[in-house]
């Protein structure tokens, strides 16, 4: 085999078989444009308020969280973003506002980790947060019953719009 091919095969390999990115929640950068998308499939907007380096809030965005958008029930149901509280990436806030993810958690007046919020379109809340990693055996049901009041809240708003 030539030197060449030696350093065209692997980039070859990568042109024919590109590796696959895990689904997953995506960081929140744009939740103007994310509540603009979720009035049109009305659904809930799912926001996990997370930390560097705390361990409950890997295993419930690992758990939960990331599993979310492939989930065969909730997936098309919810739109799922991740705001790191110890972070200054910038994002958009529901008011179009431009921020950082440290700020817009200490607006939502966010002070423990892990914390799943569920918004409607304009940024109100439609359900109970998540707070903590709680009871692991459990943590499913609360999700699914949360989504499912989001999502009610939604439908219920929209009804009473028409």
């Known amino acids: 085999m030539s030197s060449r091919a030696k350093y065209y095969l692997p980039l070859l390999g990568l042109l024919l078989f590109p590796p696959t990115l895990a689904a997953g929640a995506s960081d929140a950068q744009d939740l103007a444009a994310d509540g603009r998308q979720a009035a049109e499939s009305k659904t809930p907007i799912v926001v996990m308020f997370s930390a560097d380096h705390c361990p409950y809030c890997e295993q419930v965005r690992r758990d939960y969280i990331d599993p979310l ?5 909730y997936g098309r149901r919810v739109m799922v973003r991740i705001v790191t509280t110890d972070s200054d990436f910038t994002l958009t806030d529901f008011n179009g506002v431009e921020t950082t993810h440290t700020h ?3 607006d ?13 379109v304009n940024g109100e809340r439609l359900a109970p ?4 990693a709680m009871l692991p055996d459990f943590y499913l049901d609360y ?3 949360a989504i499912n009041r989001a999502t009610r809240k939604l439908e ?5 719009r028409d």
């Open 104 to 106: 817009f958690a200490f």
């Open 143 to 145: 999700l699914e019953g």
């Open 108 to 120: 939502q007046g966010v002070s423990l980790v892990p914390t799943v919020r569920f918004f409607g």
């Open 129 to 132: 947060d998540l707070v903590g």
């Open 156 to 160: 219920q708003a929209s009804i009473s």
């Open 69 to 73: 958008p492939d989930h065969p029930q």
